[in-house]
């Protein structure tokens, strides 16, 4: 995952399946600026899925494609 983020600090990550049922929730690091890491779906079907990282004032959202 590539996201950029205005401030370093922790954030909550989560992942939604296309029908909107959170699927992973978990916690991430990020420093102001550009942040790359990896979130693991292998446990997950093939599909659509939604990141969104929140951290308790903004929500960034991404969505990408399991195949």
């Known amino acids: 995952v590539n996201l950029w983020w205005d401030k370093t600090q922790t954030v909550n990550m989560e992942v939604y399946d296309s029908k909107?049922?959170?699927?992973?929730?978990?916690?991430?690091?990020?420093?102001?600026?550009?942040?790359?890491?990896s979130i693991?779906?292998?446990?997950?079907?093939?599909?659509?899925?939604?990141?969104k990282a929140n951290d308790g004032k903004r929500i960034r959202q991404t969505k990408f494609i399991k195949y």
């Open 40 to 51: 693991s779906v292998l446990n997950l079907p093939a599909g659509v899925y939604f990141l």
């Open 20 to 37: 909107g049922s959170k699927v992973i929730n978990n916690t991430q690091a990020l420093i102001k600026g550009t942040n790359l890491f």
